[in-house]
Nanobody
Framework: QVQLVESGGGLVQAGGSLRLSCAAS????????MAWFRQAPGKEREFVAA????????YYADSVKGRFTISRDNAANAEYLEMNNLKPEDTAVYYC??????????????????WGQGTQVTVSS
């Protein structure tokens, strides 16, 4: 079992920044790919970004490329999402999740096994 807890969400004006954190406990964190997904009201959950087991490889959705940065600290069992130049369309509940094996970077949420409870990000115009 892996337990995930997100934090760092909030209300920010367009153009602002937020940093999300995901604290993990349970099985060996460093063995997993970590990712962020988001779900806006009335929409399906969508992929945001993923990072492989050692942080050496990342992948981003086109909608966030150049604005968001995913990172991880295996010693701290934590994952992060630095979000800059936020837009109203970034408003959603953001979830962290895990995938094994840790060298893959899938974008389909059905390939992720453990999920946090989510943290709300609201961007006002």
């Amino acid at each position: 079992q892996v337990q995930l807890v997100e934090s760092g969400g909030g209300l920010v004006q367009a153009g602002g920044s937020l940093r999300l954190s995901c604290a993990a406990s349970g099985r060996i964190f460093s063995a997993y790919t970590m990712a962020w997904f988001r779900q806006a009201p009335g929409k399906e959950r969508e992929f945001v970004a993923a990072i492989n087991w050692n942080g050496g490889n990342t992948y981003y959705a086109d909608s966030v490329k150049g604005r968001f940065t995913i990172s991880r600290d295996n010693a701290a069992n934590a994952e992060y999402l630095e979000m800059n130049n936020l837009k109203p369309e970034d408003t959603a509940v953001y979830y962290c999740s895990t995938h094994f094996p840790g060298h893959e970077l899938p974008t389909d949420d059905s390939e992720y096994h453990y999920w946090g409870q989510g943290t709300q990000v609201t961007v006002s115009s």
